[in-house]
């Protein structure tokens, strides 16, 4: 019986020669550079609290194939009671990190899921690339592995298709079949996590047309595979030089690399699509990967709401404006948003329906959430700027301050509220700018501005899945009402 992953054994297999590049040179081990280290151990804490005994009925399931435990990331829904340990499960590791790590380990797997639930999908392109899927999930599950993924190419010329950039080596693509597997070069982005996973997915989820065929694949590569490089974007945690200023920053910053394929091997096995663009399309739509691994992230943003009302209920405490009606008013507002987005995730237990033995989560609401998040987002954020006011521009510029004997006395008489000391009340404030505006915060509001890519698309997918036809039956039937005669 294979043992739980435990957080240790996660740190020690990140030091395992793979390429990732700051600031022109190669890390030389990810588990002990300042850009990743204090997120590595983020990631690490969540194993940690996945292979406690205490949580074991909440965390785990048994593997049917080798009757150990295994997370219950990998566990497919086959009911809805089944969905909802999944969003406990992913809760509980949301909790964790506030919801500020999108690309935890439970991420992917929800993908790897639902293609293992409808395997059929790949079996259009041959019986072993459908075998190869469900393997390489039972490998996710069994070894609890973390995988992240790169499946939007680069914005190079997004005026052309993939075929007809000015180099075709630009997408991540294959340049090379042999016996043995297949040759991926190529950039593709935006690989959330990658820098802390095991291994990479590759595919594509935007529209690829006919001679696009050399880049409608999905392989997955161990992170630390030969030609294998990752440019993350400037690592936040660099500049976070203390806990107490960057409390955020410096703990949850899981980056996001730009992935480029230098002539990558990829053995046949792990290849579950290839040179295929109807099947590279069907994966998200005809699988429940993309509604599983968005349940996910849709557990996730929840509980980031939900920190993110707390922090301004706290300061708002803090300040003694909590009783002012102009604030509870706000304040119900922002609340309702926050409820509005629990209430359509608790949704997916009760509208998913079932086919074939397996449960899919509600493609209308999880979309309408997916939709809406892109604009109410920032206008939850707007809220909090407006309460806080001048709070955050009024800090003092560092710890230092509170701990100096030349500015410490000020610091600490004036920079108190009424309920805390100065130390608390900056601890506090540092907590919510941190979330809000500092680089790590503007990286979130883009972040879910963008998460399920442009608004438009994610808009077009309501359209497609809403019931209009119910909809149009009612205008229908208020047509044919019996006349009433003239009036009275």
């Known amino acids: 019986m294979t043992a739980m992953r435990t957080g240790s054994e996660y740190l020690r297999s990140l030091n395992d020669g793979r390429?990732?590049?700051?600031?022109?040179?190669?890390?030389?081990?990810?588990?002990?550079?300042?850009?990743?280290?204090?997120?590595?151990?983020?990631?690490?804490?969540?194993?940690?609290?996945?292979?406690?005994?205490?949580?074991?009925e909440l965390m785990t399931f048994t593997s049917p194939k080798t009757g150990a435990p295994v997370l219950r990331a990998f566990q497919i829904p086959k009911t809805h009671a089944d969905l909802r340990q999944r969003?406990?499960?992913?809760?509980?590791?949301a909790e964790a990190t506030f919801g500020l790590m999108g690309r935890t380990p439970d991420h992917v797997a929800g993908f790897f899921c639902?293609?293992?639930?409808?395997?059929?999908?790949?079996?259009?392109?041959?019986?072993?690339?459908?075998?190869?899927v469900v393997a390489f999930y039972e490998r996710m599950r069994d070894e609890h592995l973390y995988?992240?993924?790169?499946i939007v190419p680069p914005q190079?010329?997004?005026s052309k298709p993939a075929h007809k950039q000015s180099d075709p080596a630009l997408y991540a693509g294959v340049v090379k079949e042999r016996d043995d597997g297949i040759v991926i070069s190529g950039a593709q982005q935006l690989a959330t996590g990658g820098a802390l996973s095991d291994w990479l997915q590759l595919s594509c989820i935007h529209p690829l047309q006919p001679g696009d065929e050399n880049y409608a694949n999905n392989v997955a590569v161990p992170i630390n595979a030969p030609?294998?490089?990752?440019?993350?974007?400037?690592?936040?945690?660099?500049?976070?030089?203390?806990?107490?200023?960057?409390?955020?920053s410096s703990r949850f910053d899981?980056?996001?690399?730009?992935?480029?394929?230098?002539?990558?091997?990829?053995?046949?096995?792990?290849?579950f699509i290839y040179r295929n663009v109807e099947i590279s399309r069907d994966q998200w739509w005809k699988t429940t990967a993309h509604t599983l691994g968005n349940h996910q992230a849709q557990v996730r943003y929840v509980t980031k709401l939900r920190f993110l009302a707390g922090l301004a209920q706290r300061m708002n405490e803090m300040t003694g404006n909590v009783a002012a009606p102009p604030v509870q008013v706000m304040m119900g507002e922002l609340a309702a948003f926050v409820t509005i987005y629990e209430s359509m995730l608790l949704a997916h237990e009760v509208v998913a329906p079932?086919?074939?033995?397996?449960?899919?989560?509600?493609?209308t609401t999880l979309y309408s959430a997916m939709a809406m998040q892109s604009e109410f987002n920032g206008r939850m954020l707007e809220m909090v700027r407006e309460l806080a006011g001048g709070a955050f521009i009024t800090l003092p510029s560092s710890l230092a301050d509170l701990e100096s004997s030349l500015t410490a006395p000020d610091v600490e008489r004036y920079m108190r509220s009424a309920s805390t000391d100065a130390k608390s009340k900056i601890a506090l404030m540092r907590l919510l700018w941190d979330f809000i505006g500092s680089e790590f915060g503007s990286r979130h509001q883009q972040y879910e501005k963008f998460y399920g890519g442009a608004s438009f698309l994610v808009k077009t997918n309501v359209y497609r899945s809403f019931d209009w036809k119910r909809a149009g039956a009612l205008v229908d039937a208020a047509l044919s009402l019996p006349s009433t005669g003239g009036a009275v």
Not at 87 to 93: G, I
Not at 147 to 150: E, K, P, T
Not at 354 to 363: A, E, R
């Open 156 to 158: 190079i010329d997004r």
């Open 114 to 132: 639902g293609y293992a639930a409808v395997p059929e999908v790949f079996a259009k392109g041959g019986q072993k690339f459908a075998d190869n």
């Open 147 to 150: 995988v992240s993924y790169a």
């Open 254 to 271: 899981e980056s996001d690399s730009y992935v480029v394929f230098d002539n990558v091997f990829v053995p046949w096995e792990h290849v």
């Open 227 to 248: 030609g294998l490089k990752l440019y993350p974007r400037r690592p936040f945690a660099l500049r976070a030089d203390n806990s107490f200023d960057y409390p955020l």
């Open 354 to 363: 079932i086919k074939d033995g397996v449960l899919w989560p509600s493609v």
């Open 87 to 93: 969003r406990l499960f992913s809760e509980k590791w």
């Open 19 to 56: 390429r990732v590049f700051v600031d022109g040179e190669c890390v030389a081990d990810v588990s002990r550079h300042k850009a990743f280290r204090e997120a590595a151990r983020s990631v690490a804490r969540l194993y940690d609290i996945a292979a406690e005994p205490a949580n074991r």
